[in-house]
């Protein structure tokens, strides 16, 4: 019997079929709690319920359902009849088995409700697992203060966090880090980026809405935050919100209460909330982009993520696991880094910070003809040091092309397909600008 | 490349003649264990050589139906899932009921029927959020998420793969948050997101990894393989699109291999390797073309139309194949693509637009 399957838990008003509870649970490889269904009491978190109460099934789902939200409760009856179906499935039934006829849905909805909670579990361990702390690469100072300020709140499980940082910088990691070494791990941690879906499909993503709310609601549809009830919400991007929304935010933030889309009740929600952006939120509250009550809300830990080029060796410690971890993938013997590589690695600006670092390295791996990877298999941007978002003023056409050129460059984190379609000029081109630049050449071999 | 298939469960024969309740579940739980196993074709011939009242039962009819999709028989599928569906609703098995609703969306997507595709997936996402089936609820928001995606609603379909990842944590589902960032990195690529797709790309990796599935993986690497070929780096794309191409293979899934098979194409295109280009496309429409996956095909032939189109011994070729592609995707309402499409037509004057 595995320590992470569900139990079964019976609540029970007949004595008629006390022989097939212990027979449900033997066959699943679980274990089984009989109780009465005059006094019952709340089930196991996680367990598999069964109800069979002669007719009372819709009064004790209920007292079950207060209990346990989203559980698998079936109901099994003598009778096969509709309407008790139906009346069962509306007060929160998962399924309806006559029984003796379905004895064997009933047995096989049993083993398979337990399995998917022994998959939930195991589905929680492995991912505390992955995000453990201690996984994310690095011993700089800057990143060690990061971890130091996170591993201090994560017992205080309903503190808002505010996760500042470039992009690249490994917000999302560090969100996950943070939910799933902390009392919620075991519950869903949910991930929307705000910049993603525009103003008004964000509201109902985030808040629901019911059938028939708007032009297209065709199904109701809960919101993140109840789906994200007990557990985490990370609101990426959160810098992107629109103003109206930012006021809707607040209001649930501040109240712990949801309204559908469409909907006449609020609900209560118990979450954690971690916001993430790479938009300087005082500085937006300043100018009246942000609303600075929003601000100051999801401001109440605020973590600063550094970017890689002020992690010192931390690069070279992330290459080479990335190195390895792509060796091992494509079961290739992990070439070493060359002296010339590393004096690269250390001098990169890395403006589109780990994510660079890795699409490189992965590369550069992959394409390796020897064992050893060298300066130019890392194929990196030439680069002049922090590439300035400055445009100079009055300057000659190719340095005015060239600053802009970099500035993009900067803003896309880096990407230069991006942001050479976001120029309007071809990649090639782009490259052949940077590559043009005075004093670029000596950071390419130095 | 490993074994495939490293679990193969050890099954009993299948019985004969008709099949009570305790028969069914029995060999409903065998069929299961096969499924987990992705042995798919060995599923099929295993219900093949059963009774045909053993598909009378909800569990075992599911099972089937998707066998039959996922090995290329969408057809059969949605012909099967047709004839049985009134049948099974009539019926009290709730569970096989949200199943089958999927699944025939799914037959129904194959085919290019998005409407009624959308139809059965509102359908199975209504009745599995009444009984709170996690499971049955993400794969029904995951199947409208696509169905928006075809449509070119984008958005739609990301809020609608939002909500399919924690119902698929919430049963610990790995494969199924895999195909679920694997499919909305398909839809930021779309729109454009290329940053956001290579991160949904990754997440899907590590997942399908940690899943140790192997038919999740070669659609990851397709994927990959796109987003490094939009950086601009077809060498490195082009050996990802073959990894991909392998896996299908093996797996004795046609239609995937054929689509990663024209990812290869584009690599090839792109290096200036133009007669491998055609080569391989004219290969993965001959895989396709017999698979009966619409959306493939369709692919397929805007992408090799695309090419000889630009040559003009073979314009002409092109240009048919461009018209058909443009005909398929507008009967599927797959709109962004047909525009896509339409524009390479209409580039030379009196072309069919």
């Known amino acids: 019997m595995s320590s992470h399957a569900r139990p079964l838990h019976v609540i029970t008003l007949s004595e008629v079929f006390s022989h097939l509870w212990g027979d449900l649970a033997r066959d699943a490889g679980i274990s089984v709690a009989i109780q009465p269904g005059d006094a019952p009491h709340a089930p196991a978190s996680g367990a598999v319920v069964v109800i069979a109460a002669r007719g009372h099934e819709a009064d004790l789902l209920q007292t079950v359902r207060a209990q346990l939200r989203n559980g698998p409760v079936a109901v099994a009856a003598v009778e096969s009849r509709h309407r008790l179906a139906v009346e069962a499935m509306r007060a929160g039934a998962s399924d309806y088995f006559t029984i003796p006829d379905e004895t064997d849905g009933l047995r096989a909805w049993v083993r398979e409700e337990s399995q998917r909670g022994q998959r939930a579990a195991e589905f929680g361990r492995l991912e505390a697992e992955r995000f453990r702390f201690e996984g994310i690469l690095g011993s700089s100072p800057a990143l060690r203060a990061a971890l130091e300020r996170a591993a201090r709140v994560i017992p205080r499980d309903t503190v808002t966090i505010l996760l500042r940082g470039e992009t690249g910088t490994g917000k999302e990691l560090f969100a996950k880090a943070i939910h799933y070494n902390g009392p919620r791990q075991a519950r869903p941690f949910v991930a929307v980026n705000c910049a993603a879906l525009p103003p008004h499909l964000l509201e109902s993503e985030l808040f629901g809405h019911e059938r028939g709310a708007f032009t297209g609601a065709h199904a109701t549809k809960p919101g993140l935050f109840e789906v994200a009830d007990h557990g985490t919400l990370f609101l990426d991007e959160i810098g992107h919100l629109d103003l109206d929304l930012q006021g809707k935010l607040l209001r649930a933030l501040e109240e712990r209460s949801v309204r559908r889309v469409g909907g006449s009740h609020d609900r209560r929600v118990d979450i954690r909330v971690i916001a993430a952006t790479h938009v300087d939120l005082s500085r937006a509250a300043a100018s009246g982009t942000f609303r600075a009550d929003l601000f100051y809300r999801l401001n109440v830990m605020p973590i600063v993520l550094p970017p890689l080029r002020d992690r010192g060796e931390d690069v070279l410690h992330i290459a080479e696991h990335i190195v390895a971890s792509t060796a091992e993938r494509y079961g290739l013997a992990p070439p070493r880094l060359s002296t010339r590589a590393v004096q690269h690695l250390r001098t990169h600006p890395w403006p589109g910070n780990v994510r660079e670092l890795r699409n490189a390295i992965e590369r550069a791996t992959l394409l390796a003809v020897g064992p050893v990877i060298d300066a130019e298999d890392l194929e990196l941007e030439p680069a002049t040091g922090l590439p300035t978002q400055e445009i100079p003023f009055p300057a000659t056409l190719d340095t005015l092309a060239l600053a802009a050129a970099r500035a993009m460059l900067v803003r896309c984190g880096g990407n230069k397909s991006d942001a050479s379609r976001r120029l309007g000029i071809s990649r090639q081109r782009l490259m052949r600008l940077l590559a043009a630049a005075p004093g670029d050449g000596g950071m390419r071999d130095a | ?353």
Not at chain 2, 19 to 30: I, L, Q, Y
Not at chain 2, 172 to 178: E, I, K, M, S
Not at chain 2, 183 to 197: D, K, P, S, V, Y
Not at chain 2, 251 to 277: I, K, Q, S, W, Y
Request: net charge negative; charged share 25%; glycine share 8%.
């Open chain 2, 1 to 353: 490349m490993r074994d495939p298939h490293p679990d193969t469960p050890p099954v009993a024969e299948a019985p004969a003649g008709t099949m009570d309740g305790a028969a069914a579940a029995t060999e409903a739980s065998r069929l299961d264990r096969l499924a987990e196993a992705s042995l798919w074709r060995e599923l099929r011939r295993r219900v093949e050589r059963l009774d045909q009242g053993a598909l009378a039962h909800g569990s075992i009819l599911v099972r089937y139906a998707e066998s039959l999709l996922l090995t290329g028989e969408p057809g059969t599928a949605r012909a099967l899932l047709d004839a049985r569906l009134p049948s099974l609703l009539r019926g009290g098995n709730r569970a096989a009921i949200r199943r089958a609703l999927n699944l025939a969306g799914a037959a129904a997507f194959e085919a290019g029927d998005l409407d009624h595709a959308a139809d059965c997936f509102e359908r199975a996402w209504d009745a599995s959020g009444t009984d709170n089936d996690a499971l049955q609820m993400a794969r029904a928001a995951n199947n409208l998420a696509l169905v928006a995606a075809v449509r070119g609603l984008r958005d739609q379909a990301l809020a609608w793969y939002m909500i399919a990842l924690p119902c698929y944590q919430r049963c610990g589902d790995l494969r199924g948050v895999a195909e679920t960032y694997h499919n909305m990195a398909i839809t930021h690529r779309e729109g454009g997101q290329w940053r956001l797709a290579e991160e949904a790309e990754r997440q899907a990796l590590d997942y399908a990894m940690r899943a140790g599935n192997q038919r999740l993986n070669a659609f990851v690497e397709v994927g990959l393989a796109e987003v490094q070929l939009h950086r601009g780096d077809p060498r490195f794309a082009c050996l990802a699109a073959y990894r991909a191409v392998h896996a299908f293979a093996a797996l004795g899934e046609p239609a995937f291999e054929a689509d990663a098979l024209r990812v290869a194409a584009l690599c090839h295109d792109r290096l200036g390797e133009t007669h491998d280009a055609t080569e391989t496309l004219r290969r993965a429409l001959r895989l396709c073309s017999h698979a009966g996956n619409a959306h493939v095909e369709a692919d397929c032939r805007a992408a090799l139309g695309g090419m000889l189109q630009r040559t003009r011994d073979t314009r002409d070729e092109g240009e048919l194949l461009l018209a058909s592609a443009l005909a398929a995707f507008e009967v599927m309402g797959a709109s962004t693509k047909a525009a896509s499409v339409r524009a390479l037509l209409t580039r030379h004057p009196g072309n069919p637009g």
